[in-house]
């Protein structure tokens, strides 16, 4: 089905649902937002609509068949809102990739000098400075200044020789796109690699990115949106499950999950028809 004929279909059987569908999604990503921590259950939001669709006389008088089709093709509805939400930038996130140094107690760097510590702390206003230069200046997103240096490497959620402070953001983040892909299997998470003094990464021949992603291993600048670690954990699942990257982004979950806005598949029979990762 087209994403022309699921809107027009919805409108043959629910005529009002629309603007109800529209403004449900941006109210739950607006309590989102509000306590800054989860994401969004598809499944919520088909709750909020089905109590809806029960105060409506086409829905209650209907057989079983007609509420069904209804609520399969609402849950189309939304995936293709949120995918064009996320692909319009609509939703941004004050959060921050974070990746200053977090040692663990005891650490024997916690007894010398601070030379390392303040190393780390100038790394970061440097590499800060440049952002806001480079906003100061009017520059856009394609604006790319390479970040050469390296801040972090190791596990996503961090390690026992050290971490980071965005770790938690990052390792949610990523869990979170595999959740919106209907992925259940225990499967390893990417490490990280921080890299600091710009707001772009080298990622092979297709030079400047926003994040980059080489099988087991994300590539994120500091002081990027958290958003791209989604993006980079899409191609990092899709590797672990299919064998393939997904370089040409063909994939809808890059949409659909890897953007700020995540709704899971967690609808059942009325899930929409898009074809879940395998496991």
């Given at each position: 089905?087209?994403?022309?004929?699921?809107?027009?279909?919805?409108?043959?059987?629910?005529?009002?649902?629309?603007?109800?569908?529209?403004?449900?999604?941006?109210?739950?990503?607006?309590?989102?937002?509000?306590?800054?921590?989860?994401?969004?259950?598809?499944?919520?939001?088909?709750?909020?609509?089905?109590?809806?669709?029960?105060?409506?006389?086409?829905?209650?008088?209907?057989?079983?068949?007609?509420?069904?089709?209804?609520?399969?093709?609402?849950?189309?509805?939304?995936?293709?809102?949120?995918?064009?939400?996320?692909?319009?930038?609509?939703?941004?996130?004050?959060?921050?990739?974070?990746?200053?140094?977090?040692?663990?107690?005891?650490?024997?760097?916690?007894?010398?000098?601070?030379?390392?510590?303040?190393?780390?702390?100038?790394?970061?206003?440097?590499?800060?400075?440049?952002?806001?230069?480079?906003?100061?200046?009017?520059?856009?997103?394609?604006?790319?200044?390479?970040?050469?240096?390296?801040?972090?490497?190791?596990?996503?959620?961090?390690?026992?020789?050290?971490?980071y402070t965005g770790a938690a953001?990052?390792?949610?983040?990523?869990?979170?796109?595999?959740?919106?892909?209907?992925?259940?299997?225990?499967?390893?998470?990417?490490?990280?690699?921080?890299?600091?003094?710009?707001?772009?990464?080298?990622?092979?021949?297709?030079?400047?990115?926003?994040?980059?992603?080489?099988?087991?291993?994300?590539?994120?600048?500091?002081?990027?949106?958290?958003?791209?670690?989604?993006?980079?954990?899409?191609?990092?699942?899709?590797?672990?499950?299919?064998?393939?990257?997904?370089?040409?982004?063909?994939?809808?979950?890059?949409?659909?999950?890897?953007?700020?806005?995540?709704?899971?598949?967690?609808?059942?029979?009325?899930?929409?028809?898009?074809?879940?990762?395998?496991?």
């Amino acid at each position: 089905m087209s994403n022309k004929s699921i809107f027009s279909k919805l409108l043959d059987l629910a005529p009002d649902l629309i603007p109800v569908i529209v403004q449900t999604v941006i109210d739950a990503e607006r309590v989102i937002t509000g306590i800054g921590q989860g994401d969004i259950k598809k499944g919520r939001v088909m709750s909020i609509l089905k109590n809806i669709l029960e105060t409506k006389s086409y829905f209650t008088d209907a057989g079983s068949d007609i509420q069904d089709q209804i609520l399969n093709v609402a849950g189309n509805a939304i995936d293709l809102l949120v995918m064009a939400l996320n692909m319009l930038g609509a939703f941004s996130t004050s959060k921050k990739i974070d990746f200053t140094p977090v040692l663990p107690p005891g650490n024997p760097a916690d007894k010398q000098s601070g030379r390392a510590g303040l190393g780390a702390i100038a790394l970061t206003l440097a590499g800060g400075l440049l952002l806001v230069l480079s906003l100061a200046a009017g520059c856009g997103p394609k604006d790319l200044t390479p970040a050469g240096r390296v801040m972090y490497e190791g596990p996503i959620n961090g390690g026992p020789e050290g971490s980071y402070t965005g770790a938690a953001d990052l390792t949610n983040a990523c869990v979170e796109a595999k959740q919106c892909m209907g992925i259940t299997e225990e499967l390893p998470l990417p490490k990280v690699r921080g890299m600091v003094g710009g707001n772009a990464v080298e990622c092979g021949d297709k030079g400047l990115r926003l994040g980059c992603y080489v099988p087991g291993l994300v590539i994120v600048p500091h002081g990027g949106e958290v958003g791209i670690v989604s993006h980079e954990c899409v191609h990092h699942w899709l590797y672990l499950t299919m064998g393939d990257l997904d370089p040409e982004h063909k994939s809808e979950y890059f949409l659909l999950c890897g953007g700020k806005f995540k709704i899971d598949n967690d609808t059942g029979p009325t899930a929409p028809e898009a074809t879940p990762a395998p496991r």
